[in-house]
T-cell receptor
Framework: DAKTTQPTSMDCAEGRAANLPCNHS???????VYWYRQIHSQGPQYIIH???NNETNEMASLIITEDRKSSTLILPHATLRDTAVYYC????????????FGKGTRLHILP | SAVISQKPSRDICQRGTSLTIQCQVD?????MFWYRQQPGQSLTLIAT?????????ESGFVIDKFPISRPNLTFSTLTVSNMSPEDSSIYLC????????????FGSGTRLTVV
């Protein structure tokens, strides 16, 4: 079963920052938080990942709380092309490496 | 970045028949996976394709229905056997660490319709 919970859907105005929350209260110390998104009719696309520090790349920022029980993905200037389903995933790693998808958040960017 | 190619991209099949989906990665990877995405749903992991040994199936999926091969570090196949309309889904291949990428890279999927 997925170890994360996310809101079913969210709206964000174009040009604004989109903040997508995720709860992962049962995360273990060696498990990473990964974010993917799936644009309609495409395979999921990697966005960003982190362990306990905040991370930033060219696509997004990831803020992880100090207790690591929740995180927020931030798209700083959302565009219409960011409309997608966003998945927050806890990756086990090691010999049992695999990722289990939850239901994700359907993000609608409004013009 | 790494590229994962799946064939076919889509197919319409008669019930009772079988379809084999191919997945080719353009770099050697240690781990490959197969997922199913039913209409309007999230992705469900079917199995881990192990190179040189039997695949590891998730609960609810069995080898007789979804036989998987992984002959080398860049290629895998998934067969959907004795198909019924309930097997109509998108089937996606994924690889971990392809081309040195973080996380998993996904193919664009095979859209299967069973009639």
């Amino acid at each position: 079963d997925a170890k994360t919970t996310q809101p079913t859907s969210m709206d964000c105005a174009e040009g604004r920052a989109a903040n997508l929350p995720c709860n992962h209260s049962t995360i273990s110390g060696n498990e990473y938080v990964y974010w993917y998104r799936q644009i309609h009719s495409q395979g999921p696309q990697y966005i960003i990942h982190g362990l306990k520090n905040n991370e930033t790349n060219e696509m997004a920022s990831l803020i992880i709380t100090e207790d690591r029980k929740s995180s927020t993905l931030i798209l700083p200037h959302a565009t219409l092309r960011d409309t997608a389903v966003y998945y927050c995933i806890v990756r086990v790693g090691g010999r049992d490496d695999k990722i289990i998808f939850g239901k994700g958040t359907r993000l609608h960017i409004l013009p | 970045s790494a590229v994962i190619s799946q064939k076919p991209s889509r197919d319409i099949c008669q019930r009772g028949t079988s379809l084999t989906i191919q997945c080719q990665v353009d770099s050697q990877v240690t781990m490959m996976f197969w997922y199913r995405q039913q209409p309007g749903q999230s992705l469900t992991l079917i199995a881990t394709a192990n190179q040189g040994s039997e695949a590891t199936y998730e609960s609810g999926f069995v080898i007789d229905k979804f036989p998987i091969s992984r002959p080398n570090l860049t290629f895998s196949t998934l067969t959907v056997s004795n198909m019924s309309p309930e097997d109509s889904s998108i089937y996606l291949c994924s690889a971990a660490g392809a081309g040195g990428a973080y996380g998993y890279t996904f193919g664009s999927g095979t859209r299967l319709t069973v009639v």
